[in-house]
Each structure stands twice: as structure tokens, then as C-alpha cells.
């Protein structure tokens, strides 16, 4: 199961994902990213993965995906960060840029 919030502010639009991104729930996660970041008006998409329990692959791919579209996350713990290092890392070698 997966729930996705969505909180608005001044500088920035955060979609807090909580559950599990696997199966069906991948397709959920972007196309949920993909009407809102329609209305953005120049605030930033940042999409709060704190609570998010297990990633799949298919899931990474999305995540891959968003991070070559410039959307930002926010997470913690070891498993989410360790993931979403290894997919900016492999985002990073496609564009061709050095890692920070």
C-alpha cells in the first residue's frame, strides 16, 4: 500500500509518499508527480520519502526517472538513503556529471 500527500507552500510543492513503492504503487508514485508538477508556478517538487518502507526496482526506475526530471528528495534511514544514493549515482553517470 502506498499513501501520497501533497502539502503546498510558498517555495515548494512536497509529496509525502508513506507505504511501500512496489508493484502498481510505482505507476501511482508517477503519475501522481506528473499532475502535480504541472502547476508549479517556480516552486521546487520535492517528494518526502521518510516513510517509506521498501523500494522496489521497478520502483527505483521511477525514482531514476524523477531525478533526471530535477525533482528533489527528502528521506531518512539507512535503506531509503543508501537507494536513492545509488540511483542518483547511476542518474549522475548517465548525464555525464561528477559526483558531489
Do not use: Y
Not at 24 to 51: Q, Y
Not at 61 to 77: A, D, W
Amino acid at each position: 500500500m502506498l499513501k501520497i500527500s501533497i502539502l503546498d507552500g510558498h517555495t515548494q510543492r512536497r509529496l509525502i509518499v508513506e507505504g511501500k513503492l512496489v508493484g502498481p504503487w510505482v505507476a501511482e508514485l508517477r503519475s501522481a508527480c506528473e499532475n502535480v508538477n504541472t502547476d508549479l508556478f517556480g516552486r521546487k517538487l520535492v517528494i518526502d520519502m521518510r516513510h517509506v518502507a521498501a523500494i522496489s526496482q521497478e520502483g527505483e526506475n521511477v525514482l531514476f526517472e524523477l531525478i533526471q526530471k530535477g525533482v528533489k528528495f527528502r528521506c531518512r534511514g539507512v535503506f531509503t538513503k543508501h537507494i536513492l544514493k545509488q540511483v542518483t549515482r547511476r542518474a549522475n553517470e548517465k548525464s555525464g556529471k561528477a559526483e558531489k
